[in-house]
């Protein structure tokens, strides 16, 4: 593909500006941006909306003013404000910091449904139950992608599609190389009914894991929990895990055992990796776990997502403008999304190794009890300014 950038597609129902593959938040955000800008957009979304996914739903207060804008009435939605942190050990020593600004919680389900329906709203073309199978370079400096829709043409392509897709495999990126599937992690996610209180964020930890705790609106809560696929699969499966390793955690034990599970069955992913990824893959602009997959313990990946579509957003329009190539379009994202998220990668990678492994974490835990001011400074690196 040519690095000369092409002008604006022509009005051909098949050929658009922009094509994003994945409706999360990322994608979404950066499909509501480019519309409203004149820009034809697509976006395509396996599932349809609404639906659950497997994340966390604590989101920073960084993102808070971003999504007002795009639209979303997160003042009229009364949503817990989250201002405590709980940090404990596999034997229950437990670790307590105050968060300033902290954050908020909203589910999935709601938050990327408000959102796919701004999009709408805002002229995207949203292909739900569509799934993306390649991505090619094309004539006249367009990609080709061919989905279980039909084929579509776009001068832009961005992948926003998660952890982990059978596109990763064609693109043969690095992170999904065998040597590091010993590495791997699932996640598992519940909502609840329990007495967790509104402004509290807990994570307990585990032997292989950990488990982070919060509300989300109506008076549910969000437990999801992160292991090493090896112990999921020594312990037998889900059940038997949180029965013989997650319930000897005191706190843990206690939500597992009286809290009302409001799913017949948990949500659960599987080959999840921290490995690092590249922010444009074969000239895909990628977004989001696509372009480097966030350990919760960043502070949340859902306003580094949502970060990055604010930063992408006046880049592609200065290229679908002309006034910057695809060359300068693809080096000045990358160098934007280094800036912005590189020092939260490494300190929240650091933590992902010292988490889920009791020694370590029990004198981690023990050492920062008596320092305070260490672990602000360690919560506001894993956390960014509004934007």
């Known amino acids: 593909m040519s690095l000369i950038h092409s002008p604006e597609p022509t009005a051909h129902s098949k050929t658009y500006s922009l094509a994003i593959i994945g409706g999360g938040l990322a994608g979404l955000s950066l499909s509501i941006q480019l519309a409203r800008l004149g820009h034809r957009v697509i976006l395509f979304e396996k599932e349809r909306y609404p639906f659950h996914k497997v994340c966390g739903e604590y989101i920073a207060m960084e993102s808070w003013d971003f999504l007002e804008r795009l639209g979303v009435p997160l003042t009229e939605l009364n949503l817990p404000r989250i201002t405590r942190l709980h940090v404990s050990d596999p034997q229950g020593q437990l670790l307590k910091q105050k968060l300033n600004p902290g954050g908020f919680g909203i589910s999935r389900y709601k938050l990327d449904n408000l959102l796919a329906q701004l999009a ?48 990763d495999l064609r693109l043969k990126r690095e992170f999904i190389a065998p040597e590091t599937r010993s590495s791997a992690f699932s996640a598992i996610k519940y909502h609840i009914r329990h007495d967790i209180p509104a402004d509290l964020i807990s ?35 889900i059940q038997a895990l949180e029965e013989t390793v997650l319930k000897r955690n005191p706190h ?15 949500l659960a992913i599987s080959q999840i990796h921290f490995s690092p990824k590249s922010a444009v893959e074969a000239h895909i602009l990628m977004l989001g776990d696509a372009a480097g997959l966030i350990p919760p313990l960043c502070g949340n990946g859902m306003s580094m997502a949502l970060r990055a579509s604010a930063m992408l957003s006046p880049l592609l329009h200065d290229f679908f ?67």
Not at 136 to 159: C, H, I, Q, R, W
Not at 215 to 229: A, I, K
Not at 252 to 265: G, P
């Open 321 to 387: 403008k002309h006034r910057i190539s695809r060359d300068q379009l693809e080096q000045e994202y990358t160098r934007q999304w280094r800036k912005a998220f590189l020092t939260r990668l490494r300190t929240g990678n650091l933590l992902q190794h010292l988490f889920g492994k009791p020694t370590p974490v029990s004198l981690a835990l023990r050492s920062l009890e008596p320092l305070p001011g260490v672990v602000r400074q360690l919560v506001n690196l894993t956390h960014g300014k509004p934007f």
């Open 203 to 237: 994570l307990h930890n585990f032997d292989g894991g950990y488990c982070g705790m919060s509300q989300v609106e109506e008076g549910r809560s969000c437990l999801c929990y992160l292991v090493r696929t090896d112990v999921l699969k020594q312990a037998g499966g």
């Open 120 to 167: 709408r709203d805002a002229g995207v073309t949203l292909c739900e139950k569509t799934i993306v199978k390649s991505i090619e370079p094309a004539e006249n400096d367009l990609f080709k992608l061919t989905t279980s829709a039909g084929e579509f043409y776009t001068s832009v392509a961005a992948g926003s599609y998660g952890k982990y897709a059978n596109l």
């Open 252 to 266: 843990l034990n206690t939500v597992l055992t009286q809290a009302e599970r409001l799913y017949e069955q948990p």
